[in-house]
C-alpha cells in the first residue's frame, strides 16, 4: 500500500461511479475516500486534509481542484480530459493524467465501424431482418450511399486521427485533414482551415479535442461547405458540433448522414438527431470493451502509483507536464 514515509495510506478522491477494475487496485494500493460527485460542497474537513490525489471520469472543475489543499494529482480516466481545469490545475501545482494510446485502435476501430453503418445503413437493415420484413416485404432497399468513391477528411489528426487514416488507406480512399499545425512527415494533404477540408472532401471525421478552440466548431458553414452527398462522423467531442445546425443540414438534405458516439450533453441526445432517418447513434462507446477498459484503468492507476512511489507522472497532459512533485 502506497504511504508516505511513516505515514497512513495517500487518501485517493473517487467520485461518483468508476472503473470497478480501477477501483479494486486503489483500494489495494491507496486509501480509497469515495464521494458522490466531484462537488466542492461535498467536500469535509478530513478530506481537506487529507486527500492528495483524484481518481475520476468527472469533470473536475477550478472549485474543486481549490477545495483540496493538499491535491497534487488528478488520474482522469480517458484520453479526453476537457472535463478538467488542467489550466487551473498547473497554476495550482497540481499534476492532471490521461490515458492515451491504450484506447487509440479500439476507437480507430468504432470509427471505421460508425462509418459504415452511417453510409450501408446496416442497423436499419438488420432490423429489418429481425422484424420479420425480409421474408413478409421482400429485399431492404439498396443504400443510396457508398465508400466508393469518397474522400475523406480527418479533423484531428493526433494518434486516433492517425489510427483512423491507415484504417481509411485499405479502403483505397483518398485522406486530408485539418489539424492547428501540419504534422511533420505525414502524406496526407494539409488544410490550415476545417472550411478548406470540409470543401475538399464528401467524408468529414472529426476526431478533435473539446475545449474553447475547438466549440461548436462543426456548424451551418462547415456542413454546407461538405455538401449533400457528404457524410459527418464524429468520435472525438460532442462540444465541437453545433447539434442544432447538424439536425437541419441533415433534415433540409445540406448533407447526407451523420455518425455520432458522441454528444454534447450526455447521456441527453437531441430528438431531432434520435428522429432522423439518416443518422447512426451510439451511446459513446468507442473505447467499450472490457479489454481496452481494463487497460485504461490499469494506466490510471499506474499513474497514481509512480506519481506516490517514484514522484513522477507516466502520461501527463502537456499542461501540467512540468509540475513536479512536492517534497
Known sequence: MTKPEGGLPVAILVPADF?????????????????????????????????????????ISAAMIDALP???????????YDSVDANHAAKRGVMVTNTPDVLT??????????????????????????????????????????????????????RIGRAVARRIEAFGLPIAYHNRRRVEGLAYGYHATLKGLAEAVDTL?????????????????ILSALGPN??????????????????????????AAAGLDVFAEEPNVPRALLDAPNTSLLPHVGSASVHTRRAMADLCVDNLVSWFAERRPLTPVPETINIKARG
Not at 493538499?70 to 479526453?80: M, T
Not at 476507437?107 to 432490423?127: F, S
Not at 472525438?236 to 447539434?243: L, N, P
Open 19 to 59: 472503473n470497478d477494475h480501477a477501483v479494486s487496485r486503489i483500494d489495494k494500493a491507496f486509501r480509497p475516500v469515495r464521494i458522490e460527485r466531484a462537488d466542492p460542497a461535498l467536500v469535509t474537513d478530513e478530506m481537506r486534509a487529507t486527500v492528495r490525489g483524484i481518481a475520476s471520469y468527472a469533470g
Open 70 to 80: 493538499n491535491l497534487e494529482i488528478i488520474a482522469s480516466f480517458g484520453v479526453g
Open 105 to 158: 485502435e479500439e476507437v480507430a476501430d468504432t470509427a471505421i465501424g460508425l462509418l459504415i453503418n452511417t453510409v450501408r445503413e446496416l442497423y436499419a437493415a438488420e432490423k429489418w431482418l429481425r422484424d420479420g420484413d425480409w421474408a413478409e416485404k421482400g429485399n431492404y432497399r439498396l443504400s443510396r450511399l457508398t465508400l466508393r468513391g469518397r474522400s475523406v477528411g480527418i479533423f484531428g489528426m493526433g
Open 205 to 221: 471525421i472529426c476526431v478533435a479535442p473539446g475545449g474553447a478552440a475547438t466549440e461548436r466548431a462543426i456548424n451551418a458553414e
Open 230 to 255: 457528404g457524410v459527418f462522423i464524429n468520435i472525438g467531442r460532442g462540444s465541437t458540433v453545433d447539434e442544432a445546425a447538424l439536425a437541419a443540414a441533415l433534415e433540409s438534405g445540406a448533407i
